[in-house]
Nanobody, 112 residues
Framework: QVQVVESGGGLVQAGGSLRLSCAAS????????VGWYRQAPGKQRERVAT???????NYADSVKGRFAISRDNAKNTGYLEMNSLKPEDTAVYSC??????WGQGTQVTVSS
């Protein structure tokens, strides 16, 4: 069956950086769009960034210039590099593969 596992979250000070990973199995990863989403307490889930099988990327306005999404098809893994983190980036970050399969999420907390 399909498994999607996120990792790399944690606690970081404002201005710091984190890199999230999204490892997938049981799916044709190279043909799948990978997306990162986040949900803060009391807020709706927000699309953060996506990368298509052809490496086309899209970002939410709130993270443009600070976050970078990438993928390594040989490793069936997607990444989200997050720089210049702000307290408002605090949320549970989840990965989707093929717009269908989701991981459990990883907590990112940015302290001021």
């Amino acid at each position: 069956q399909v498994q999607v596992v996120e990792s790399g979250g944690g606690l970081v000070q404002a201005g710091g950086s984190l890199r999230l990973s999204c490892a997938a199995s049981g799916v044709t990863f190279g043909l799948s769009t990978v997306g990162w989403y986040r949900q803060a307490p009391g807020k709706q889930r927000e699309r953060v960034a996506t990368i298509s099988p052809h490496y086309n990327t899209n970002y939410a306005d709130s993270v443009k210039g600070r976050f970078a999404i990438s993928r390594d098809n040989a490793k069936n893994t997607g990444y989200l590099e997050m720089n210049s983190l702000k307290p408002e980036d605090t949320a549970v970050y989840s990965c989707s593969v093929a717009n269908r399969y989701w991981g459990q999420g990883t907590q990112v907390t940015v302290s001021s």
